[in-house]
């Protein structure tokens, strides 16, 4: 005999609605008792129910998946990053279908047309480029968008991002503190919002101490070879860096191969701030100061705010910067007498 859902209601004592709404990942939202949810859980395992997810989707013309759009599942920080997101789609009964532009917009718009043509119930992306129309089309007419890590520029879309102007002033201000007034900055994709932010504060930290002539941005990719590169040149550049910030862990960790590479020691040659934070960081010699980005809640916001959009059948407005924070490790030299 097939198990149904009025079965297994039938001996937990629970209500079949009860029962659907805690084997889809809902009970949390209708307020379901952790007791209950198990007791039916171990039922539902207990006689191997197998829901029927199509002829529930055709009922509630839903897919119970979502897509997620990153610029590069090789970069550890996105690989956090849609690490909350898929479990936390997972927690509320959703499957997440990962994809990869590499930071082009043509594979974006390849991306995008899949994920619609696969009929997915909301959008999170860590966009490319500069031009938000096609993801506010899809958001207005189609399927609801929450953007995470990198908003548009003058765009209504949500977005739940980290204040990346403070971490740059903050990141920069840390060096200056500590004597440094050569400081180099190796950025990432220029068109990306969150860069433009973090060199604005690295432009205003210099600014307020009169050390903008110092100034020296290089650098167009959020990648290991242009920290690497980028780094090499700084070294044989007259005069060199005391300090070089750059914009995310890659280009951090292809500087800190250059470093090496010319036989020079951190921080004891030269100084290093990353921006991004990961547990390796402490792991490397020395561990390496940094700007941590509250990537857990701004990932689970992100799927709160989706979650609410698709379940509301409302097209939300909510934009929410979350504050960086500075930790401080062993990779800045005090230069002050």
């Known amino acids: 005999m097939k198990e149904t859902l009025s079965s297994i209601a039938e001996r937990t004592g629970y209500s079949i609605t009860t029962v659907s709404r805690a084997l889809s990942g809902q009970a949390e939202k209708y307020r379901i008792s952790e007791k209950a949810r198990k007791e039916i859980a171990e039922e539902a395992r207990r006689c191997n129910y197998s829901p029927n997810i199509i002829a529930r989707n055709l009922r509630t013309n839903k897919t119970n998946t979502i897509g997620l759009i990153l610029p590069s599942v090789a970069n550890p920080y996105f690989a956090d990053l849609s690490s909350v997101i898929i479990s936390e789609a997972h927690r509320n009964g959703y499957t997440t279908i990962v994809t990869d532009s590499m930071e082009s917009e043509d594979n974006q718009k390849a991306n995008i047309a899949m994920l619609v043509s696969r009929r997915v119930d909301g959008i999170i992306a860590a966009p490319c480029g500069d031009n938000p ?3 506010e089309e899809i958001n207005k007419t189609n399927i609801p968008v929450i953007l995470v890590d990198r908003p548009f520029k003058d765009s209504h879309l949500p977005h739940v991002t980290t204040n990346n102007y403070t971490g740059g002033f903050d990141a920069t201000n840390h060096l200056i503190r500590n004597g440094h007034k050569r400081i180099a900055c190796i950025q990432g994709v220029k068109t990306s919002v969150p860069n433009r932010k973090r060199v604005a504060g690295y432009m205003d930290a210099l600014k307020r101490v009169g050390l903008e002539e110092n ?44 470093i090496r590479e010319a036989g020079l ?36 916001l992100a799927v709160k705010l989706l979650f609410e959009s698709i379940e509301s059948d409302k097209r939300l407005s909510t934009q ?14 005090n230069l002050l007498p």
């Open 133 to 135: 129309a096609l993801l």
């Open 320 to 333: 929410i910067e979350l504050a960086p924070e500075l930790i401080a490790r062993d990779s800045v030299m």
């Open 215 to 258: 100034a020296v941005v290089v650098g167009n990719e959020f990648s290991l070879q242009n920290g690497y590169l980028e780094t090499k040149l700084l070294l044989n550049s007259k005069p060199a860096p005391t300090a070089i910030f750059t914009l995310s862990n890659t280009i951090g960790l292809g500087a800190i191969k250059a």
């Open 265 to 300: 020691r951190i921080p004891e040659d030269i100084s290093l701030v990353v921006f991004d934070n990961n547990i390796y960081m402490d792991y490397l010699i020395p561990p390496i100061t940094r700007v941590s980005q509250p990537v857990e809640e701004m990932a689970k």
